[in-house]
């Protein structure tokens, strides 16, 4: 097994194309999960394979808010633990609610928001919010740069766009002007994988409310039309929800929603979390309306 250390985004992508098969590593935290658990194999001494380790190409650690264009550009290496303390915090306040779920601190400090994307796992934390956020992904490989909403780019359990020969160079992410929140149940508080997750982001200068749902679905499920419900109800100029709006909210989202009975929860107990999440969201977007 040969492993490669690039020190540049440059020299990552060269050792990519001279090596199809290779294995991209990250923080390493769901790939040596997969390792231990012999999902994938890496026999040694010597099989031929190529990993290819990310940790040390700055470009894809670093981070850049365009002012302009109101966005937030996360180069792939960016971690959980650095979305979840200011500034990211406060520009994609959402992300940082996610992120301060995933795992534990030494987990967050190695763990990345690309690894977590090109996982796709129906659980990962940071997915819900990138589609609710209408986030793009710009995937970069010797023969250029392609970019796609990252909700085009999950194309069910863990089953994403990526071609060989490509990384996920980046994600860009809307800055938005309005309250933007994530729910997660799971079994206990802490440490935990969610069972169901929901993502409300609002934009009050376009009257835009947008709902993703995590943990549902084979992967993330937006839900066009609570979000257009809500739109229609919520009083923009008091930012207030009515109770009962908020409760039909959480109604529209959950029937959205296709959970499955499996050993984290029933499809039934998924369904009423995913309600009582969205309606909570909703009236903490929009406080102050009759409760
Ligand atoms: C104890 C524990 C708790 C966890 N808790 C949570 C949790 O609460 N919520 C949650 O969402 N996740 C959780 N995870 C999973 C994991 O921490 C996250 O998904 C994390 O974001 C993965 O990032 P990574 O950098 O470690 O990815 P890696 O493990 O390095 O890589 C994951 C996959 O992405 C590929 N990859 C990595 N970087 C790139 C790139 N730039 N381009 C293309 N492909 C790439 C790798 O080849 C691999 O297939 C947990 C894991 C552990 C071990």
Partial sequence: MTVLVPTSLDEAIAGLAANGGATLLAGGTDLMVEVNEGHRHFPWPDDGATIIALHRVPELATWTYDVP????????????????????????????EAARTVGSPQIRNAGTVGGNLATCSPAGDGLPVLAALDADVTLLSAGG??????????????????????LIESITVPVLQGWQGYSKVGVRNAMVIATASACVATDV??????????????TVVRCPVAEQFAVERVDWDALT?????????????????????D???SAEYRRHAVAVMAQRLLQRAFPGGER
Avoid: C, N, Y
């Fill in 263 to 265: 050993h984290r929860s």
């Fill in 145 to 166: 740069r392609r970019t796609m909403p990252v909700r085009d780019f999950m194309l069910g359990v863990k089953r994403t766009a990526l071609q060989p020969g490509e």
């Fill in 69 to 96: 264009a109101a966005t937030v550009v996360l180069g792939a290496g960016v971690t959980w633990a650095t979305i979840e303390q200011p500034p990211l915090r406060d520009l994609v306040p959402a992300l940082a």
């Fill in 205 to 218: 200068p376009s009257r835009s409310i947008r709902i993703a749902l995590g943990s549902v679905a084979p």
């Fill in 241 to 261: 929800v009515d109770a009962g709006d908020a409760v039909e909210f959480g109604r529209l989202a959950a029937a959205a929603s296709r959970p499955i009975d």
